[in-house]
């Protein structure tokens, strides 16, 4: 499967996504057959055991601290604005890239899934962090080693074998 780390797309979404950006990165890949909406649900709608465990432990973690480590409340699973792609939020759907995301106390967080119509990892996907707090720049220390790998393995679940 291939996956390769990229420059940031520059797109109006990224740029008025947060106020500011202190982390960010991007990973791409190659998906020609699916739309946006099965693109997002393959990355974020179920993820394989060993994510889980991840994201139960840093639930188990960070709950004393009061990060949030439950559904929210309007969670849906309608796929518009205000709705739900995994256990993200949909801010924004435009014709070619979706930003969905979080906001807690400690950090606020955007994915944009940009789809370039470019012929080959045309798929980009944008982890994008705005630090509320010096406790959300610690969390990003300790956590975006395990982002990177957990990210990059999510994006493999869209590769499209069949779009070479």
């Known amino acids: 499967m291939k996956i390769r780390e990229e420059t940031i797309p520059n797109t109006n979404a990224i740029k008025s996504a947060l106020s500011k950006i202190d982390f960010k990165d991007t990973f791409a890949t190659t998906n020609k057959t699916d739309d946006l909406k099965t693109i997002s649900n393959l990355i974020f709608g179920t993820f394989p055991g060993w994510i889980g465990f991840l994201m139960k432990l840093r639930n188990t973690l960070v709950k004393p601290f009061g990060l949030k480590v439950d559904m929210p409340e309007d969670y849906n699973i309608d796929f ?81 074998v069949d779009s070479h």
């Open 80 to 160: 518009k604005v205000g709705g739900y792609s995994g256990f993200f939020k949909i801010y924004n759907i435009l014709d070619n890239e979706l930003i969905l995301g979080a906001d807690d106390k400690h950090l606020n967080f955007r994915v944009s899934i940009l789809d370039s119509s470019e012929p080959s990892f045309n798929i980009k996907v944008t982890t994008l962090v705005e630090y509320n707090n010096f406790f959300g720049k610690t969390y990003m220390v300790i956590v975006a080693p395990f982002h990177r790998i957990v990210v990059k393995s999510m994006v493999k679940r869209a590769y499209n």
